[in-house]
């Protein structure tokens, strides 16, 4: 088993920034990759970015160059530093891992950006 706490999040204005925190907990130590999905209201939930053990990141193409995801194994935290925030990034933000073939979610944190 493995536990995710999600924090972080707030209202901010656009162009601000925030910086979202993911502790794990449990059976850490097989946590091969980490990613960061988001939430929008009415929408499907989609992978921001994603963390692989040896360091490899991934991100999906409207966060590029905005969003920087990051992963602590010392203290099992996971991080995803988002600048230049736009009103199109509101929604909640969930961490997220496989291990063994199941998958573990946070309970999420709420972004909103206002114009």
């Known amino acids: 088993q493995v536990q995710l706490v999600e924090s972080g999040g707030g209202l901010v204005q656009a162009g601000g920034s925030l910086r979202l925190s993911c502790v794990a907990s449990?059976?850490?130590?097989?946590?091969?990759?980490m990613g960061w999905y988001r939430q929008a209201p009415g929408k499907q939930r989609e992978l921001v970015a994603s963390?692989?053990?040896?360091?490899?990141?991934n991100y999906e193409d409207s966060v590029k160059g905005r969003f920087t995801i990051s992963w602590d194994k010392a203290i099992n935290t996971m991080y995803l530093e988002m600048d230049n925030l736009k009103p199109e990034d509101t929604g909640v933000y969930f961490c997220?891992?496989?291990?063994?073939?199941?998958?573990?979610w946070g309970q999420g944190t709420q972004v909103t950006v206002s114009s």
């Open positions: 997220n891992t496989d291990v063994w073939g199941i998958e573990f």
């Open positions: 449990g059976k850490t130590s097989v946590i091969d990759a």
């Open positions: 963390i692989f053990s040896g360091g490899h990141t």
